[in-house]
């Protein structure tokens, strides 16, 4: 072979694989420049989506409320009120301003306030693009500081006549922060789950107002209740694993409000715990019938992984013991996974025999364990609570009934919309229907029975 054959070929390889790579190049800026293109479409549709329904809406809500609002603001304009203009921040914190019918907290104008209906002339600020039917609240100027702004990324979006953490507050679940809830909107809106917030706001209004200007402890059906939110709740747990006097704990639910009607011992354990407080959406609307107005649902199961991170934090201690073989371990092992630094002295399941009884209450104690959880169901785990506390050797300790059975994932948790709503009953009642019918269908009638009752004594 002649080097000169040699060499040309190797030019013409060269070139080859210039003019390939030239051209892959060229492809790769093509393929990016139709992804830019695809993407910018697809944010561009799903902004023009949600317009598009906001629009139709807006005009769907205020036509069918037309009949009831011209009435309601010829009405409000005779006691000397009407329509107001407010200063809002829009989107990209672009001041406009906000249309709301100022409403005489008197006669029907107290129903109309409840039904939201002072919001209707918002939708005039939907219909113009300042606000939206879904978004994070409207704030007024100066409410926000520029650097909440920032990181709430609030304003990438317009604000909204429903907005998720008002549901949440209402339904006595908003743990977080405004914040919290306003980023997860931003960072998670769909026009479908604009939709599902918009269903989710009908129960919520039926709710009442979150936390309100409560008394720190107030009695429903003659039982005491510690008017706590989860944040104090905590608190008060922290210092009790630090302090040194066992304490006890107790969740009272509707159920156990049930079950401490025909249970005197069950009744003087609540009412002579250190702390109880008041779980779940039944207790809410007691407190609203009888006008005590419940600030939190402080409930075992959205405490506890607080409580883990606060362990993990501040040191301490924790005896797992209830529900069947393994379950307790598999609660260790995700307290492990995602809170490696809180202590777990120790696990054992919840069937024991009364002779065995001594052999676990040493157990619990020679664990060295400052907080225990106790998941017997109640009322059997809060008695048990109350009659071995001082031998426990533990500073704190609470019945907490299901708990382990959802954190070792062996009966899945209802979802958090369902919860939005107040309806995390109905779904454990569709998880368990022969075992919980009786507590839910029957018990939950029963109970609010006895609080319009109490209503009705009341006056
Ligand atoms: N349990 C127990 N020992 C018993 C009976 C029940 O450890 O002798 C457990 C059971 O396995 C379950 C928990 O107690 O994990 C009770 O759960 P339930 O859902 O009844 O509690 P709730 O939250 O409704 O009070």
Redesign the pocket.
Known sequence: MEPGTDNSKKLLTEELVRRFSRRGARRARLRRAVQVLLWLGVVQTAALGKRAVDILAAALIGTLFLPLAFPLWLWSKGHGQGLVRKARLGRWAVPYQEWELSIPRTGVGRIALMAHLNALPALWNVLRGDMSLVGPRSVAPGEVSMAEHLVRRRHNVRPGLVCLWWIRQRANIAYGTEAESDAEYVDTRTVKGDLAIVLRALPAMLYGEGIASASDEVAILGMRIDNLTMDETLDRLMEWVGGDTPRQLCFLNA??MNVAFRNTRYREVINHADLTVADGIGLKLAGKILRRDIRQNVNGTDLFPRLCAALEEHGGSVFLL???PG?ADAVADWIRERHPAARIAGTR???FTPEEEPEVVRQVAESGAQLLLV????P??DLWVAENLSRLGVRAAM???????FYSGRIPRAPVWMREIGMEWVY?LIQEPR?MWR?YLVGNVVFLWRVLAQRLREG
Request: charged share 30%.
């Open positions: 159920d156990c209830g529900a069947k379950v399941n919840g069937y998941a017997f169901g109640a059997r785990q019945g907490v009934g299901g708990l382990f059975d454990r075992r507590r």
